[in-house]
């Protein structure tokens, strides 16, 4: 594994599709095992979840991120966009996973950190991420200081579930002060 963990952050090219929808179906098989129903998640379909991702990469390829290792194999991905829900979060980021074995590295606030990014360059200031209640990773966006904005119920594979939205009001200065963080003590 020597010189295979540099992670590199990079927009999504066409190619990565299938890598990210294989990602996308084990992540749900192994996050919400227990929760969603296991015909539901038996029945995700890699295969179709490409076509999707594909369609994506192609409309607008900076909307979506990639971590690769040093074998330009894709361990992590996240998406985000113009906000579905909450009008005063006009941004959102859709999709955040890492590969359960590259958990915990840092890779998760990098790619959290590029879609905040792209977010506050196409005149999006503020974002929301809704993220199952049941789901441990709802931790991971405290930790990076969202606060908890609003709750709903969804209907998913069927079932209606509790959803949780996190929010960040001020993208620009959340990320001048994890610049200055990154800097350290000076
Ligand atoms: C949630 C997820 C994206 C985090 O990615 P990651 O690369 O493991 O996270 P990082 O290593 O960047 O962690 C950043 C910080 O958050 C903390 N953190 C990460 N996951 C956490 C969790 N579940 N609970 C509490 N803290 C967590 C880390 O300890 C780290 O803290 P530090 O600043 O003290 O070092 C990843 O675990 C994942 O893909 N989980 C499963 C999929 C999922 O449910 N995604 C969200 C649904 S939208």
Redesign the pocket.
Known sequence: MAGMDAITIRPARPADAGAIARLDVD?WR??YAGVLSTDYLVGLSPRRREIGWRMAIQRDPLDIRVAVDGADAVR?F?SCGPSRSERRFPGE????????D???????????TALFRRLTATGLDAAI????RD??????????GGRMVSHRRIPVGGRMVEALAYGWPDLPAYLAAMRSEDRGPS
Do not use: H
């Open positions: 992540t192994t996050t992590g996240g980021v859709f999709t955040l996973y890492v590969a359960p590259w958990q915990d590295r840092g890779i998760g606030r990098r790619l959290l991420v809704w993220v199952l789901n441990p990773a709802r931790f991971f966006y405290e930790r990076l």
